[in-house]
């Protein structure tokens, strides 16, 4: 009697045992896999930060290349009024000379 009973002991040992290898076994498989699962979402987070980060830098960049351009064609619609300006001051001046050598031209003529 003596050994059946210390067989069973040990046989319920060995399973209480094996039992807590493998939910030990199962928790570190867990924990791996939150850790894995952690570190993936970590690195999607980093992905999609420095994504982010370089599309703004390209909105920014087009920004100032626009606002460049448009100082550019303000700079330049402000040269031309003024070569407009010019222009029409020297067909006014040209009339005027036109007017007093066709004025000189009939006195010279008479």
């Known amino acids: 009697m003596f050994i059946p009973l210390y067989a069973n002991r040990l046989v319920k040992g060995s399973l209480e045992q094996a039992f807590n290898v493998s939910k030990t076994f199962c ?3 867990c924990r791996e896999k939150e850790i894995k699962l ?4 970590e690195e999607r987070i980093k992905t999609t930060t420095e994504r982010v980060e370089n ?7 087009i920004n100032h290349k626009e606002n460049t351009q448009n100082s550019t064609i ?20 040209m009339a ?8 000189n031209h009939i006195t010279l003529v008479e």
């Open 27 to 29: 928790d570190a498989i």
């Open 38 to 41: 952690l570190q993936s979402t």
């Open 55 to 61: 599309m703004y830098q390209k909105v920014e960049d």
């Open 74 to 93: 303000q700079g330049m619609e402000f040269r031309l009024r003024k070569l407009e300006d010019v222009a029409e001051q020297i067909l006014n001046h």
């Open 96 to 103: 005027v000379v036109h007017r007093l050598v066709n004025e």
